[in-house]
């Protein structure tokens, strides 16, 4: 009998699979094939974007694919395609008409989908998503002998990681395994690299043979036998190798190339334990600099093309721990200190005190605000020191450099684009933040994970001044007459491995003519589909090009001489437009100010970093990544990922949220009742709500783990349990066990406060009960009327459960109209614990301070004439005197959160039970945080 093959098994599950649904579905599978990782999201990447031109295939088709027998569970929300039907899959698109070609686009894209998980934290763990990024690489002939390069590295970092003489159960078994697995896997596509194919055979053979595998691991260690594998120096296991010289400085695993994307890191400091300050990674690459011609200032055109090689730059402005350390090491005293001391603000105009200085700025700071009071001279002296103290070359950053990473990406006027009223989010400014700074890193970073490149401190620049149409400003001359557009740029080079680092960051080269472009309109069609696959400000099918533009300046750093240097981004007491990414400012190099501080630059390897598991002392420290970023009413779910105190599982996601951008609104009614009034302005930073109340079934696995804080019908000994109580009234209500979707009811305040606490620890974020403000802001979603629908009650019913319609029960969240932002149940079904304590006349209050601060504004509006005098007397000239103050914008009580104590809390948003009027966004009711009944829930706030 003749033996049938997996592959002949494998082929004939696809053909039934294919029949059952249709070749769509089959096509479908050919790409689900590349990633050896599928999620729901991932395939549904790549339907949209392979299956549009051949006929398509329907959403279900993502369904089919996961749920069949061709695919395996192998986690939450996880799929793998067995092997031998992974093979078939592939060698059908390979063998298909443009099969190749297809392949590569499909791998571009997955590079790109790695990097996108990467930064938004999805469910795949860092080394799953490495394993998806070497599976793209692999298909893509350029990036093979990378791909082959750091597989080799992995390895060995494996084994090095083992301690000489741990035996079996010191070494990492499981993922020496795992990279086995995955080198098998991609064995077709690195067939090139048998140096690997071999190295990881040595290793499956030894993994197989526990008494070698002890016997090996005894050599490996420095001193042990090495060999060079693909290029990368790695423990020898065959015996066959020659010790590594006694005094070489090679390290083993070690891979030579920069990283793609933003990367955090920390450089240690020799001789202690602490290392120094946050620092990220920029890849470089082609911007635009400045402003185009309507825009901005006079010294910040003509707009030009910039290219940048990769450096690092501060995460944060230098803070005052850190310039302490730095003084205490060395002994240094600033300019302040040995001259004539400082400028400070003293609420009417600027004055110089003499003992003024980083140590007292005339306003209270503690070690993590920014240091101020520094001149250009202390804040290189703390450069020189710092890359003493790492063996790493620091500095100040470059204008350019400056801009780029202010940027990140963005051509708009801030680094998130042009709507100044979005500012506050991102920025301490305007004398939002009180007298002085605030701590770095309390603001929103911008696309790279930087904070307080917007206001908060100005920031020296290493460059000498000069404005960009004066001739050489550092590089290329920059002709004043040169046109050079918003977006004027065209794809060019490698984007692969870059596209992760933005629009500016590698993928866009400016270039003069692009003959495989078609002209349509004013922009032009690129024939590249990484063009129109590339999120980013120039996404899309159109790359527009300006033939007239100069060639891009190399790494400019400003005029060889000058009197002045260059300040960037704003400060606390700065208005927006000086806290644009473009504005440039000048000072006297002594010049000190209790607003003028710096951020520092690196360049030089960086020597270990994510993707590489590269390990050459000193390694620098490689950070969490930065918080994610959310687009306007996106709706997400964190991961619990990781058990209760007593060990219990808390597998699964956290209840959905809704990312709500900040604002202003008017809260209360002036209808209303009492404690509703007077209506008084009120502005709220960015944070995301809970699209319903939190179910039955949310809280329930909270219950389970902690055995404590069960609601009312399910406590032990509560007259209203369920299987035990004497009253029935929350049965009757429709509330069981088996109920799971309704809106859990019968908790307190206390109660609620402890699952919003529980949550936290299992996501890693930070939720709570929403203030009453977030709440009613929420609530209206941008309507000024009396319900989301309007004036009417009779509207209310879309939206609500409430007496007219909710039959005297509780309903399935969701199951009424969502308001304008997508946010359900705000109207009824339950009342809604928020975290304020109330009181009667808070309202009152709030107006009451407004008032006090607008009086206080209005006899302080000469800022602006302020401004001048203290330009005048640092020896500013007219053209630069744009240090002025918009005029007063108008108050809101910032975040309010209630009073600070009171008896009873306060609940929002009526309940089944309850009439319109009860139901309306700005009615308030209180509530003891003990009390509980069956019209009583909560929802959910997160910090963002």
């Known amino acids: 009998m003749t033996a049938v093959l997996p592959a002949d098994l494998a082929a004939a599950r696809i053909a039934r699979f294919a029949r059952r649904f249709g070749e769509p579905h089959r096509r479908l599978a050919w790409f689900a094939a590349l990633p050896l990782i599928l999620t729901p999201e991932l395939v549904n990447y790549l339907r949209v974007h392979f299956l549009s031109d051949c006929g398509g295939a329907p959403w279900i088709s993502e369904a089919d694919l996961l749920l069949s027998d061709l695919c395996r569970p192998i986690g939450y929300e996880q799929f793998a395609l067995d092997q031998d039907v992974r093979a078939v899959l592939i060698a059908e698109l390979a063998a298909a008409p443009d099969g190749a070609a297809r392949m590569r686009e499909a791998a571009r894209l997955l590079l790109r989908y790695c990097r996108h998980l990467g930064r938004g934290g999805a469910g795949l763990s860092p080394a799953e998503l490495q394993a998806e990024q070497w599976s793209a690489m692999a298909y893509l002939e350029k990036h093979r002998g990378t791909a082959a390069r750091e597989i080799t590295a992995a390895l060995g970092q494996a084994w090095t990681a083992a301690a000489p003489g741990a035996g079996v159960g010191g070494c990492p078994a499981a993922e020496l395994a795992r990279l086995v697995r995955l080198t098998e896997a991609l064995r077709e596509n690195l067939a090139a690299h048998p140096q690997l194919l071999d190295y990881a055979a040595e290793v499956a053979r030894l993994l197989r043979d526990p008494a070698a595998l002890a016997q090996r691991l005894t050599l490996v260690g420095p001193a042990g036998a090495m060999r060079r594998v693909e290029g990368v120096l790695v423990p020898d296991l065959s015996g066959a190798g020659t010790p590594a010289p006694p005094d070489s400085t090679e390290s083993p695993a070690v891979v030579e190339e920069p990283p793609t994307a933003p990367t955090p890191f920390r450089d240690p400091i020799a001789g202690s334990t602490e290392p120094g300050p946050a620092m990220v990674w920029l890849p470089g690459g082609i911007f635009r600099m400045g402003s185009p011609e309507g825009v901005g200032r006079d010294n910040e055109r003509p707009a030009h093309p910039v290219r940048l090689s990769h450096y690092a730059i501060g995460r944060y402005p230098v803070t005052v721990g850190e310039f302490g350390r730095f003084v205490e090491s060395s002994g240094y005293r600033t300019e302040a200190e040995t001259g004539e001391g400082a400028y400070v603000w003293d609420k009417t105009e600027w004055v110089k005190r003499k003992d003024a200085s980083w140590r007292n700025p005339y306003f209270k700071q503690a070690d993590d605000h920014p240091v101020v009071c520094i001149s250009w001279k202390d804040a290189k002296a703390y450069c020189e020191w710092l890359g003493e103290a790492t063996g790493q070359r620091y500095g100040l950053p470059t204008e350019a450099q400056w801009e780029l990473a202010c940027r990140a990406g963005s051509e708009g006027l801030y680094c998130f684009g042009d709507d100044a009223g979005q500012l506050g989010d991102y920025a301490w400014y305007g004398g939002r933040a009180g007298d002085g700074t605030r701590p770095v890193g309390g603001k929103r970073a911008n696309a790279w994970g930087l904070h307080d490149l917007h206001g908060n401190c100005w920031e020296w620049c290493a460059d000498w001044y000069a404005g960009y149409d004066e001739p050489n400003p550092g590089g290329s001359a920059v002709s004043a007459g040169s046109a050079v557009r918003v977006g004027s740029a065209a794809r060019t080079g490698d984007p692969e491995l870059n596209a992760a680092a933005g629009p500016h960051s590698g993928p866009y080269a400016v270039t003069a003519t692009d003959t495989a472009q078609q002209r349509v309109g004013s922009a ?226 206390e109660d609620a406060s402890a699952y919003c606490a529980w949550l936290s620890a299992q996501t890693g974020e930070r939720y709570a009960l929403p203030t009453e403000a977030q709440w009613e802001y929420a609530c209206r979603a941008g309507t000024a009327t009396r319900w989301c629908c309007g004036d009417d009650p009779a509207c209310l019913s879309d939206y609500a459960w409430f007496s007219d319609n909710a039959d005297s029960r509780l309903h399935p969240v969701g199951g009424r109209r969502a308001n304008n932002w997508g946010l359900y149940d705000m109207h009824g079904n339950c009342w809604e614990w928020c975290a304020d304590w109330y009181a009667k006349d808070y309202y009152q209050q709030l107006a009451t301070a407004l008032a006090a601060s607008a009086t206080a504004q209005r006899s302080g509006q000469q800022r602006p004439s302020t401004w001048r005098r203290i330009a005048g007397a640092l020896g500013i000239g007219r053209r630069d005197t744009a240090l002025s103050v918009s005029t007063a914008q108008p108050l809101a009580s910032r975040a309010p959160s209630g009073p600070d104590a009171g008896s009873f809390r306060v609940m929002r948003g009526g309940a089944w039970r309850d009439a319109a009027g009860d139901c309306r966004a700005a009615c308030r009711v209180r509530g003891a945080p003990s009390g509980r009944n069956s019209g009583l829930g909560f929802r959910l706030s997160r910090t963002v």
């Open 524 to 749: 032009t069609r690129t024939s590249d589909p990484e063009v129109n696959a590339t999120p980013g400000p120039h996404s899309g099918p159109y790359a527009v090009t300006d033939t007239a533009q100069p060639p891009p300046s190399e790494n400019p750093s400003g005029p060889a001489t000058g009197s002045y240097r260059v300040m960037r981004g704003g400060a606390w007491i700065s208005p927006a437009d000086l806290c644009r990414a473009a504005y440039r400012f000048r000072f006297a190099p002594s010049n000190r100010l209790d607003f003028l501080g710096f951020r520092l630059s690196r360049t030089g390897p960086l020597s270990s970093y994510p993707f590489t598991l590269g390990a050459a002392p000193p390694a620098p420290i490689i950070e969490p990544p930065a918080p994610r970023r959310f687009a306007p009413y996106e709706v997400f779910r964190d991961h619990l990922n990781s058990a209760d105190p007593v060990g219990a599982a808390a597998a699964g996601d956290a209840p959905a949220m809704v990312y709500l951008p900040g604002g202003v609104f008017q809260m209360g009614d002036a209808q209303g009742d009492t404690d509703e009034q007077p209506v008084h302005p009120v502005e709220l930073p960015a944070f995301a709500l809970g699209r319903t109340p939190v179910t039955w079934g949310e809280y329930r696995r909270f219950c389970e783990a902690s055995d404590t804080h069960w609601p009312e019908w399910l406590e032990t000994g509560s007259e209203y349990h369920l299987e035990t109580g004497k009253n029935d009234f929350y049965a009757n209500r429709g509330i069981s066990r088996e109920a799971l979707d309704l809106p859990v009811v019968g908790v307190s305040w």
